[in-house]
């Protein structure tokens, strides 16, 4: 069996009113991996992570996920892989009308789970996260930091087999960056590929995992240096 959960080929994407941000992108995600997405601002980082999880068609190329080109099976289909990926987005997409727990448990909910075992899974994942005492708050009385981490236990309670999160260090100081980064290690010790799109210079010297960079158009590995 493959290795491999997705495999970007030869991608490429210009926006109907915009530039021309991809010119031959391949890279693939392997099982259990942990890699960055860096770059600088506008080069493509989210715009890359959308297609991944199906937001966004690429102009040409080919998207394969979970063994299935996207491109070609059928639509009805697609929201099958999508269950398979957990997204924190760079502007976190809380919905503020639902208390925390509720934001956490919708993903279960939508799936069919009885609402009183998603409220535990929900409360477990939110202790993890360290926001055991938030449950009943609404999302507009936290503060950045804790609805980044919110967002966080809402993308990982399906235990989704690949983790993407967009600049999910964003809104928080260093320290809690790093205590963020430090959750998003211990979820793919548990067996979570991990994607994570950030420019924080401090993050990507301090953990040594490998790092995709989105340069003039395509992505480049660059070497580890010798210290
Ligand atoms: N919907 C859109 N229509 C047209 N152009 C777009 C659209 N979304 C993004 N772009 C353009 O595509 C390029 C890549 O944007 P993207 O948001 O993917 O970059 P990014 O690396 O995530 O940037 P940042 O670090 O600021 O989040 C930018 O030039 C942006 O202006
Ligand atoms: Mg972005």
Redesign the pocket.
């Known amino acids: 069996m493959s290795d491999v959960i997705a495999q970007l080929i030869s991608l490429g994407h210009q926006?109907?009113?915009?530039?021309e941000?991809f010119k031959g992108v391949s890279f693939a995600i392997e099982k259990g991996s942990f890699q960055f997405l860096t770059?600088?601002?506008?080069?493509?980082?989210?715009?890359?992570l959308k297609m991944l999880y199906l937001g966004l068609r690429p102009t040409w190329g080919s998207i394969h996920l979970f063994g299935e080109d996207t491109l070609k099976i059928k639509p009805l289909l697609l929201p099958l892989l999508r269950q398979k990926i957990g997204v924190v987005f760079?502007e976190f997409k809380l919905l503020d009308h639902l208390k925390v727990v509720d934001n956490v448990s919708l993903p279960l909910r939508v799936r069919g789970l009885d609402s009183r075992r998603g409220y535990k899974q929900s409360q477990e994942l939110l202790d993890w996260v360290g926001l055991g005492d938030c449950l009943e708050s609404y999302p507009s009385s936290l503060s950045g930091g804790q609805k980044q981490r919110v967002a966080i236990a809402r993308a990982v309670i399906t235990r989704p087999q690949l983790l993407l999160a967009?600049?999910p260090t964003g809104n928080v100081d260093d320290d809690m960056a790093m205590k963020l980064v430090y959750l998003f290690e211990e979820l793919n010790r548990m067996g979570t590929a991990v994607l994570i799109?950030t420019?924080n210079q401090r993050i990507l010297k301090t953990f040594p995992h490998p790092q995709l960079v989105?340069k003039d158009g395509t992505i480049h590995t660059p070497k580890k240096e010798l210290s």
Not at 15 to 19: K, N, Q, S, T, V
Request: net charge negative.
């Open positions: 926006y109907e009113e915009g530039p941000i770059g600088p601002s506008g080069s493509g980082k989210s715009s890359l760079q967009d600049e799109a420019h989105i």
